[in-house]
């Protein structure tokens, strides 16, 4: 199993960012996919999750209404697109595959985890 995540970079407040998330060595669309990030200093923390076929999707409370998560089977690739940037979003961000088709916000439900890449938002 890859999770290979990509698309972070540094960005100014109110800017935007597309995350990818490019799968391989597992049934893909028979998973539950989630998002996850970690600043400096702090638990890693969920921050969204989408059901195997993305019929399903949820947000934390801090980013419901900006980001978006979806995915694409047929590409094998998990996205999530950031819009209306923060500085408290600045972070590493991480893919991870469920354990189920299903997500939660337990990082404890996910079997494998992307590098991570780094988004860093300036004020």
């Known amino acids: 199993v890859q999770l290979q995540a990509s698309g972070g970079g540094l960005v100014q407040a109110g800017g935007s960012l597309r995350l990818s998330c490019a799968a391989s060595?597992?049934?893909?669309?028979?998973?539950?996919m989630g998002w996850f990030r970690q600043a400096p200093g702090k638990e890693r923390d969920f921050v969204g999750g989408?059901?195997?076929?993305?019929?399903?999707?949820r947000y934390t409370d801090s980013v419901k209404g900006r980001f978006t998560i979806s995915r694409d089977n047929a590409k094998n690739t998990l996205y999530l697109q950031m819009n209306g940037l923060k500085p408290e979003d600045t972070a590493v961000y991480y893919c991870?595959?469920?354990?189920?088709?299903?997500?939660?916000?337990?990082?404890?439900?996910?079997?494998?985890w992307g590098q991570g890449t780094q988004v860093t938002v300036s004020s």
């Open positions: 991870a595959k469920s354990r189920y088709n299903w997500f939660s916000s337990d990082s404890a439900d996910y079997a494998y």
């Open positions: 060595g597992f049934a893909f669309g028979s998973y539950g």
């Open positions: 989408i059901t195997w076929g993305g019929r399903t999707i």
